[in-house]
């Protein structure tokens, strides 16, 4: 695996208020900070200056027709090879947003502006650069079918690829799940809330293991524990600190750990309302609180009476809620003081490194080929469709009960009210089929692109091959529910014989249009609440200009494209055309004028100058708008992050 040792020393946020200065380092020079020379060292590696990464960072969030709100303010620390920080403090504190700011990674908002400085090694980091840090969301989704050895490979091929052997790369990734405690599991599927597989230990440890693949020796991690019970977040935990030991640098959001893995700490970083209360080692911040006047009874840990110290009390006693407010003040100040311990680098120094900017810590393109991204994405598209028994029972269920009841119900013949009873019966199928591809697709798809945005922003792969591959990987499964179907109901319903395989064929055309057509919906929706939102009224479109609900003269001007790109539409002529050609009804079954051919029957629809050609290039541009539109719509809602500016003057006074 390769890596980079990086020390990192955190200088984290500035606010409008006071700041010592931009950089810091270590007073005496021999590049160990002032506090740590206060507190020692116990564990793990050295710190040099070289090594030493640098984060001077300021947030402020600028809530518009409202005062600014600065959310973190004058917070620094330092982050060390072979060492694990903690950022601790109460809920809404910061820790989040100091740990996306300081890695790169606060979602792009218009209401807010970032501002400060990170350093890595001493070399500036500009703009909206990632830190070259694995980054470990509290929610890490994964494709559940796939077991963790697959998951590993998967990402292993696309990364490293180009730079290790097949030999190197299967050794990575038994010394991946070596290191993360997941050899036992490695035939295990990943899971998620619906598919019983991975603990959410495992789980948690899979995602560290993934982002670990380029070998980052930064690991920053937010809530590893969330959500886990004491057993697995002491694994979790106890994986990180075996990857400390092994020189890497650990950052982690921690919430009420317990006082065994409190310990397992090396640093601290404690956040109350975006102010840093204490920046030093894990083992000197009960003396430090106690010195400062706020000793621990002796019955309660460490990381509660920390907590207590610096939660402020909302509501209820208003004495207490003042005397709360005080104290934080309190502590904030004496860290303050602590803070300018350390000493701001000459200026001279600074212009200096100015000149060697990080200029990323992610690839700027993929470490496989297209072709080679197109075929793993595939492969694991396929693994996961196939591999979803539960969601293939129930499609096959739905097409066979509705087959069913519409055999049950229709029995065409050929008098004069069949007529009627043809053109319902292929409308429904048209308006059925639609609905189930477009809802599965928009319930699923969503969900599928978290995991992917993410992935593609590590560019992993590009969102072309991942387009096509879904789109290609979803075609066997509609070709065979459409076969169960379309078997099912045509001989049922007494459809006329001798055209089952074209109606078959319009009927695919038509269920890979509505995939897509979902696809596309999927890919522009934030979300699938917003998604499903979005169906009823496009459905209904589709439904009012499927060809014999509205005449196309009295069709709205504004609305008459719909007429021509509509789902339904084109589905229904092309089984119309399918179902009428070479027809002749008899006189019986209903008054009023008599219609002796299939063809009078299309001519009185409207539908006697198509053909079944149309149809089919009708329903291909459909099929290639909709994926070149969601393409865009995936390649346009790609997540885009703050850049950081530099501190204004008035921050760094
Ligand atoms: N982009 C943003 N827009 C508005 N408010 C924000 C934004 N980012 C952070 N905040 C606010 O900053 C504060 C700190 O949020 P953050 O999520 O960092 O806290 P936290 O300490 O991680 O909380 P928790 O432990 O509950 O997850 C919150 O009040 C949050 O609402």
């Not at 009960?286 to 309660?300: D, L, S």
Request: some cysteine; proline content about 3%.
């Amino acid at each position: 695996m390769p890596s980079h040792r990086h020390a990192i020393t955190i200088s984290v946020g500035v606010s409008a208020a006071a700041s010592p200065g931009p950089l810091y380092r270590h007073a005496s020079g021999d590049g160990v900070c002032c506090a740590r020379k206060k507190y020692g060292t116990k564990r793990g590696g050295t710190l040099t200056e070289k090594n030493d990464l640098v984060l001077e960072l300021v947030m402020t969030l600028k809530q518009k027709k409202k005062d600014d709100r600065v959310i973190l303010d004058s917070v620094r620390g330092i982050a060390k090879p072979g060492r694990m920080l903690a950022v601790m403090g109460p809920s809404g504190s910061g820790k989040s947003t100091f740990l996306h700011s300081l890695a790169g990674r606060v979602k792009q908002d218009k209401k807010i502006s970032l501002s400060g400085r990170r350093y890595i090694n001493g070399t500036p980091v500009t703009g909206d650069t990632q830190i070259p840090a694995a980054f470990i969301e509290q929610d890490v989704n994964f494709f559940p079918h796939l077991t963790v050895k697959e998951t590993l490979d998967f990402r292993v091929e696309l990364q490293m690829a180009s730079v290790l052997s097949k030999l190197e790369r299967d050794d990575l990734v038994a010394k991946l799940m070596s290191d993360l405690g997941l050899t036992k599991s490695a035939n295990t599927i990943v899971g998620n809330t619906k598919v019983r597989g991975l603990s959410g230990g495992e789980r948690k440890r899979l995602s560290i293991a993934c982002e670990m693949i380029g070998g980052n020796s930064v690991l920053m991690l937010d809530e590893p524990t969330s959500g886990l019970d004491s057993y697995q977040a002491a694994q979790v935990l106890g994986t990180l600190r075996n990857l400390a030991d092994q020189g890497k640098t650990v950052i982690a959001v921690i919430h009420q750990p317990s006082q065994h893995t409190f310990q397992l700490f090396d640093d601290l970083l404690l956040l109350s309302e975006g102010k840093m209360m204490y920046y030093g080692e894990v083992s000197n911040v009960r003396n430090y609180m106690a010195e400062i006047g706020y000793e621990a009874e002796a019955e309660v840990g460490t990381a509660e009476h920390i907590l207590n110290c610096i939660s402020s009390i909302v509501g209820g006693d208003a004495d207490a809620e003042k005397a709360s407010v005080a104290r934080i003040e309190k502590i904030a100040a004496a860290a303050d003081a602590q803070s300018r311990e350390l000493v701001a680098l000459e200026d001279g120094e600074q212009s200096d490194r100015k000149t060697k900017r990080i200029v990323g810590g992610t690839r700027s393109h993929p470490g496989a080929n297209i072709m080679r991204q197109f075929s793993l994405l595939l492969r694991r598209s396929l693994k996961e469709i196939f591999r979803g028994k539960a969601a293939i029972i129930i499609k096959v269920m739905q097409q066979v009960s509705l087959g069913l009841i519409y055999g049950g119900i229709y029995t065409l013949g050929l008098d004069q009210s069949s007529i009627m009873d043809r053109f319902g019966l292929l409308s429904l199928i048209m308006i059925g089929g639609t609905n189930m591809a477009v809802a599965g697709t928009i319930r699923a798809f969503p969900k599928e692109k978290a995991i992917v945005s993410g992935e593609m922003d590590i560019k992993l792969y590009r969102t072309f091959p991942y387009f096509i591959a879904k789109a290609v990987s979803e075609l066997p499964l509609i070709g065979v529910f459409n076969a169960i179907f379309s078997s099912i109901i045509y001989p049922l319903t007494n459809l006329q014989p001798g055209r089952f395989k074209r109606f078959l064929a319009i009927t695919t055309g038509h269920g890979i249009a509505s995939e897509a057509f979902g696809l596309l919906i999927g890919s522009i929706s934030p979300n699938s609440d917003v998604a499903l939102a979005l169906m009823p009224p496009i459905v209904v479109l589709n439904i009012i200009f499927d060809g014999k609900n509205i005449s196309e003269e009295n069709t709205p001007w504004i609305l008459k494209w719909v007429n021509k790109v509509g789902l339904i539409r084109w589905g229904f002529t092309g089984l119309a055309l399918n179902e009428f050609e070479g027809l002749e009804f008899t006189a019986g079954g209903r008054r009023g004028p008599l219609t002796k051919t299939g063809e009078e029957a299309l001519s009185r629809f409207g539908l006697d100058g198509q053909s079944i050609e149309n149809v089919f290039t009708a329903q291909t541009k459909i099929v290639a708008g909709c994926w070149l539109l969601s393409y865009l719509g995936l390649s346009l809602t790609k997540q885009k992050f703050e850049v950081m500016a530099a501190p204004s003057k008035r921050e760094k006074e």
